[in-house]
């Protein structure tokens, strides 16, 4: 499939496209649309990369960056549960995980939350963006009950649209007292998983 993107990039390179006037409203409104991209994510959070700090996984070897404060406890312990009940994340398999990364190009809206480390993937490769690799229902479970753990203060990739099963970001804004509540009770040391019980009968 060919993206809009390559299409254009395609046209540059050969001398093809030209700014009409419409054309140039549009490039002009692109312009416009990265210089804000590159101040504020789309979940409201300023780009700043002093605010970014490496963080390691508990429970594995894995580390990410993430901005500093509640968003990092609160991703944090987003990584924590996928890296024990889904899949782990030190191991590379499905591409491991993936925070901030200066220089990284938000092709979406959504994506230019990683660009003020409030977003975190995990097995991005297995779960790309729009891919058509899903989670299997037990694991969508575990993944419904870390949401039900943020109380409304992340949101996952794979109920939006396009798909991405692999990726969260923070729905709070900057100094919401309910992403510091959450994110305190999260913190480490507290993660208890709540798994349905297996019965066993004979």
Known sequence: ???????????????VLALTPTGAARATEVAEARNEI???SANGWRIDPAAIAVHRIEGSTASVALRRGPAAGVLLHVARRWHYEIGP???GEGGGVAGYAAGRVARTAVESNYLSGTAIALHPTAYPLGGSESLWPHQEA??????AD???????????SPATASHFHIAARPGDRA??????RLGPGVHVARRTPVVVTD
């Open 1 to 15: 499939m060919i993206s809009r993107r390559v299409l254009l990039g395609g046209a540059v390179g050969t001398g």
């Open 38 to 40: 590159h101040e504020v």
């Open 142 to 147: 575990v993944v419904r009950d870390i949401l």
């Open 179 to 184: 992403l510091t509540r959450v994110a305190a």
């Open 150 to 160: 943020c109380e409304g203060t992340v949101v996952w990739g794979g109920d939006l």
């Open 89 to 91: 994340v030190d191991t």
